[in-house]
């Protein structure tokens, strides 16, 4: 683990994640509780950018970042093996690592150890999901408090993209079951909230639509939004992150909202 650190400025933290040594970095507010300020541990969260496993897109990365700092998250980002690079370390591997790491030295970077959420955006959704359904895998302490999924890859199946299902699975049957997250929840799986639009014709919304039906089957906390304009990858919404699109950008504080209410933080 690496600090940068200067008095009044940001902390950067960067680690080294999985077999492949990915990248893990993070933005951590400065301890302000020493001169009145209400929060010394803070809730973080573990952005994972899209790209349909085959790279990581950028507008899904420090854009997304910066709002979520700014509501008073500690916030990392996760660059996953996508392409060749999965057949050496999973991504849901390296998503278990990164978050037990945050839960290891939540005393050291001013983490609510249990205040640890991952957000994905679609294959990045997927890699969310995946450890919210299969953390038992890796142990307790990999399992994310909250998942925030963003027109989320959910399945492999009918309605999946096929372009993740390749990148992923190679075609394997067990691999593509296995990942077919609609059919992985139980009553233990983290809370979800999920957002997606219908005209997405990339991943269409039958996978936000399958999987919020199999969390509420299974009993666990669950909100769904689902906008009525909007193609898929719209990041922000804002031009900035490539499309402008007014119906979707509501999408951050309804988020934080949800996350306020289950993690009991306030601004």
């Not at 650190?5 to 077999?19: A, L, T």
């Not at 005393?107 to 150890?113: E, F, G, M, R």
């Not at 809370?191 to 666990?220: E, R």
């Not at 669950?222 to 919404?237: A, D, F, M, N, V």
Request: glycine share 10%.
């Amino acid at each position: 683990m690496e600090y940068n650190y200067k008095r009044g400025k940001m902390k950067r933290v960067d680690y080294q994640i999985g077999k492949n040594k990915v990248g893990f970095y993070g933005y951590i507010h400065e301890d302000i509780s020493v001169e009145g300020g209400e929060y010394k541990l803070r809730p973080a969260m573990i952005v994972c950018p899209g790209g349909g496993y085959i790279k990581l897109s950028i507008r899904e990365e420090d854009p997304v970042v910066f709002p979520l700092f700014a509501h008073g998250f500690n916030v990392f980002v996760l660059k996953y093996s996508v392409g060749d690079a999965i057949k050496t370390s999973w991504p849901e591997e390296e998503a278990a690592e990164a978050i037990s790491i945050l839960r290891r030295d939540a005393s050291l970077i001013d983490i609510d150890p249990k205040a640890i959420g991952i957000m994905g955006f679609s294959a990045g959704g997927h890699v969310a999901a995946s450890i919210a359904c299969h953390w038992k895998k890796f142990g307790a302490s990999s399992k994310p408090d909250a998942a925030v999924l963003c027109y989320p890859v959910i399945t492999m199946g009918e309605y999946g993209h096929q372009g993740s299902t390749d990148s992923l699975t190679g075609g394997d049957k067990a691999l593509i079951d296995y990942y077919s997250l609609e059919t992985q929840t139980d009553k233990d799986t983290s809370p979800c909230f999920i957002w997606h639009t219908f005209p997405d014709q990339s991943v269409p919304v039958m996978n936000a639509l399958s999987f919020a039906t199999a969390l509420h089957k299974s009993g666990v906390e669950t909100e769904l939004h689902i906008y009525s304009r909007g193609i898929h990858g719209l990041s922000l919404g804002y031009r900035e992150t490539g499309k402008e699109e007014k119906g979707v950008q509501s999408w951050m504080d309804l988020s934080l909202s949800w996350l306020d209410r289950l993690w009991n933080f306030s601004r």
